[in-house]
Nanobody
C-alpha cells in the first residue's frame, strides 16, 4: 500500500500547479483522500479532502476559491489543482488515505488518515 504525491515545484506568486496523488497496491475507489501541507516550523494543516465518490469535498479557508480537488478512480489518482498561489502556500504537500472505509463525508482532520505519501515540495516565490 503506497501513496505517491508528485507535481510540486517552484512557481512565482500568482502561478499554478497541479499535484497528483497516485496509489499503488490498493484501489482508491473505496477511500477518501486528503491533502495536507506542512511549512517549516509550522504544524501540519489540512488543505483539502474528497470523499469516495467525489461528491463531497472540503477546503481550508486559506485555499477556498483557489484550490480544487478531484479524483479519477480509473487512474487511481487524486488531483489538487492550485491557482493564484501565494508565498504562504509554500510547504511540503502530502496526500493521505482516509482510514474509514467508503465514507461519504471527507475530513480535514489528520487523525482520520492512516496511510501517507512521501510529500512533494511546493515553493512559491514572491
Amino acid at each position: 500500500v503506497q501513496l505517491q504525491a508528485s507535481g510540486g515545484g517552484l512557481v512565482q506568486s500568482g502561478g499554478s500547479l497541479r499535484l497528483s496523488c497516485t496509489a499503488s497496491g490498493f484501489s482508491l475507489d473505496y477511500y477518501g483522500i486528503g491533502w495536507f501541507r506542512q511549512a517549516p516550523g509550522k504544524e501540519r494543516e489540512g488543505v483539502s479532502c474528497i470523499s469516495v465518490t467525489g461528491g463531497n469535498t472540503a477546503y481550508a479557508d486559506s485555499v477556498k476559491g483557489r484550490f480544487t480537488i478531484s479524483r479519477d478512480n480509473a487512474r487511481n489518482t487524486v488531483y489538487l489543482e492550485m491557482h493564484s498561489l501565494k508565498p504562504e502556500d509554500t510547504a511540503v504537500y502530502y496526500c493521505a488515505q482516509d482510514a474509514r472505509f467508503a465514507v461519504h463525508l471527507c475530513s480535514l482532520v489528520s487523525d482520520t488518515y492512516n496511510s501517507w505519501g512521501q510529500g512533494t515540495q511546493v515553493t512559491v516565490s514572491s
